[in-house]
Nanobody
Framework: QAQFVESGGGSVQSGESLRLTCAGS????????MTWHRHAPGKAPGWVAT???????FYNNSVKGRFTVYRDDAKNTMYLQMNSLKPEDTAVYYC???????WGPGTQVIVSS
C-alpha cells in the first residue's frame, strides 16, 4: 500500500523559505499525480499544489508565485519549495498520490511575523 513520509518543516520568520520533501513508496511513483495539502490549526484541511507525471503543475491561488512543486522520480521523491513564507502558511503539510486514502505523518511549518 502507498506510504508517504514528509520532512523539511520548521519554524521560520515571515519572508523566509523552506523546502519540504515527500518520499513515496508502495506505488508506481513516476506514474502518479502527486499532491500537497496542509492543515492549519482551527481550519479545514486545504489543497496546496498538484504535480502531474509530465510535469504540469497546479497551485492554490494562495501560494501561486511563492511555492514551486517538483519531483525526482528516480528517488520517488517530490519537493515543495516555499518562498516568501507568510504567517498564514503555518500548518502541517502532507503529501499523497491523487486519490489515495493514505496519509503520512506530515511535517510542521510555523511562520512567525
Amino acid at each position: 500500500q502507498a506510504q508517504f513520509v514528509e520532512s523539511g518543516g520548521g519554524s521560520v520568520q515571515s519572508g523566509e523559505s523552506l523546502r519540504l520533501t515527500c518520499a513515496g513508496s508502495g506505488f508506481p511513483f513516476s506514474d502518479e499525480i502527486m499532491t500537497w495539502h496542509r492543515h492549519a490549526p482551527g481550519k479545514a484541511p486545504g489543497w496546496v499544489a498538484t504535480l502531474a507525471p509530465g510535469g504540469a503543475t497546479f497551485y492554490n491561488n494562495s501560494v501561486k508565485g511563492r511555492f514551486t512543486v517538483y519531483r525526482d522520480d528516480a528517488k520517488n521523491t517530490m519537493y515543495l519549495q516555499m518562498n516568501s513564507l507568510k504567517p498564514e502558511d503555518t500548518a502541517v503539510y502532507y503529501c499523497q498520490n491523487y486519490g489515495s486514502s493514505m496519509w503520512g505523518p506530515g511535517t510542521q511549518v510555523i511562520v512567525s511575523s
